[in-house]
């Protein structure tokens, strides 16, 4: 195996002991240096991968993939393996998956991700301003002249906005749940972020590509929290917990 940091210097020329070599004319020759770092890994063209999983049926990000993210069907892509047939990342793959805290992480159930939380926070205000709608209302059939006056009307108004918004907090909170909760030790091999502008603010989603037992990888969208949750750096093992192409959370192993 060849080693990663070379140095190249003109054929004849001595060394000097410095980043240069003396060449025969008495003028110093630059020497060229070989950063120390593995081979890149052998990258699938993301324009040959399928565009729906032939295990689930469920479509599939325009990316190179190796696992569907839904039902973990092999689809025979990017591998992560480097043009020396080892992925750069076994060895600490293997440390993890022997590792004394790996089933206590297996076992663990992580809080819901940022949809999950919206559509609880949709719920309870449709109950709040159901509340207040059908108070309003009775106030108006009570006090205010009966069931056809202006304060009655306003309370049913109110309340059918609650109504709407709990129909609408339940459908975003099944939503977010309905792919099956997955648990996988693996390592964050590399991540990218896309902007998203809207208005005067805007948010940003993070995409952490993670590399699993046996070399197979996956891509998976990490919504951003804003400054108070940071996103998770590269080169991080522990344990994947997705749902579909979400990561919900994932759970740092030091090995």
Request: glycine share 14%; aromatic share 6%; net charge positive.
């Amino acid at each position: 195996m060849r080693s990663c940091c070379q140095t190249s210097r003109p054929r004849g020329a001595p060394a000097t002991g410095r980043i240069g070599f003396q060449a025969s004319n008495g003028q110093a020759a630059g020497a060229t240096l070989q950063p120390c770092v593995p081979a890149p890994p052998a990258m699938a063209d993301p324009q040959t991968a399928p565009k729906t999983c032939p295990g689930c049926g469920a479509k599939l990000p325009d990316v190179a993939l190796s696992i569907c993210p839904y039902c973990v069907t092999p689809l025979g892509l990017d591998t992560g393996k480097t043009e020396e047939g080892e992925s750069p990342f076994a060895g600490r793959l293997q440390r993890l998956l022997a590792h004394a805290d790996l089933p206590d992480a297996m076992a663990w159930s992580p809080p819901e991700g940022p949809e999950f939380i919206r559509g609880g926070q949709l719920v309870f205000r449709g109950k709040l301003a159901l509340t207040v709608g059908a108070l309003a209302a009775l106030a108006g059939i009570v006090l205010a002249g009966g069931p056809a006056s202006v304060v009655a009307a306003i309370g049913y108004a109110i309340a059918l906005g609650g109504v709407w918004l709990l129909i609408q907090g339940k459908r975003v909170t099944q939503a977010s749940v309905q792919a099956e909760l997955l648990r996988r030790p693996g390592v964050i091999a590399d991540r990218r972020s896309e902007t998203n502008l809207k208005g005067l603010g805007g948010s940003t989603d993070y995409y952490f590509l993670i590399e699993f037992e046996g070399g197979v990888r996956g891509e998976f969208l990490w919504p951003g929290r804003g400054v108070n949750e940071e996103p998770y750096p590269s080169n991080l093992p522990g344990v994947a917990y997705t749902r579909g192409v979400e990561l919900v959370h994932f759970k740092h192993i030091r090995v």
